[in-house]
């Protein structure tokens, strides 16, 4: 339904839910990245490699953390979040949805792109397997 469908006490329950609702989400992408990432530590032996994949761990931990603390405090007090009659100081939810999706979309580039030099480094007959070995790796974005 749509917000101005509901009443007072349906919308105050959905703000709440949609509240609880978003902190597991966030920490569901996140370990999803990490997994991805902790696969290819074991595919992959080199230390470059390893090296790259931790960078990547931490930049995507950071920035996961970081929304996370932002998702629970986006209001002062966090009652705020979903009673619009408590008196709160809150940031824009709508800019901040914004830059998730857009730092979402750099660190999934990021876990994506990382085995890409890997597989070219692999001693394959042609360049076409190559390609279609990044290919299977690059699936993981759909």
């Known amino acids: 339904m749509h917000e101005a469908d509901l009443t007072k006490p349906e919308l105050h329950t959905a703000l709440r839910w949609f509240f609880i609702a978003q902190?597991?989400?966030k920490v569901v992408v996140c370990?999803?990245?990490?997994?991805?990432?902790?696969?290819?530590k074991r595919i992959f032996v080199?230390?470059?490699f390893h090296?790259?994949?931790?960078?990547?761990?931490a930049v995507v931990l950071a920035w996961s953390l970081g929304a996370?603390?932002?998702?629970?405090f986006q209001c002062v007090p966090i009652a705020g979040s979903w009673n619009k009659s408590v008196h709160a100081?809150?940031?824009?939810?709508?800019?901040?949805?914004?830059?998730?999706?857009?730092?979402?979309?750099?660190?999934d580039v990021m876990v994506l792109s990382l085995p890409i030099p890997e597989v070219f480094k692999l001693n394959l007959r042609s360049l076409r397997e190559r390609l279609?070995?990044?290919?299977?790796?690059?699936l993981g974005g759909l």
Not at 31 to 39: E, T
Not at 51 to 57: F, K, R, S
Not at 89 to 107: E, H, M, P, R, S
Not at 132 to 138: A, E, S
């Open 23 to 25: 902190t597991p989400y």
């Open 31 to 40: 370990l999803n990245k990490v997994s991805i990432l902790l696969l290819y």
């Open 46 to 48: 080199s230390k470059a």
């Open 51 to 57: 090296v790259a994949t931790w960078v990547v761990m």
């Open 68 to 72: 996370i603390f932002a998702t629970l």
């Open 89 to 107: 100081k809150c940031i824009d939810t709508d800019q901040f949805w914004v830059a998730y999706a857009v730092c979402n979309i750099l660190t």
């Open 132 to 138: 279609m070995l990044c290919g299977v790796f690059l």
